[in-house]
């Protein structure tokens, strides 16, 4: 159980990564899109939040 929820934290935190990268990326081209920046900001923060989830769950077994 411990096993499977550290790889489930760490992929949360490679796809919440990968995310912050891309709106980041996408706001700072040429012309820096906001929609398309907060379109990259929902995955984010729910990526984000699962992760507080596994690490929650972690911890507090």
Known sequence: MFRELLVLAGVSLVVTEMCVVKMLHE??????????????????????????RFVDALLHG
Do not use: H, I, K, Q
Request: net charge negative; charged share 10%; aromatic share 16%.
């Open 27 to 52: 706001y700072s081209a040429d012309g820096g899109s906001l929609r398309e920046a907060l379109f990259w900001a929902v995955p984010t923060v729910f990526s984000g939040a699962m992760l507080l």
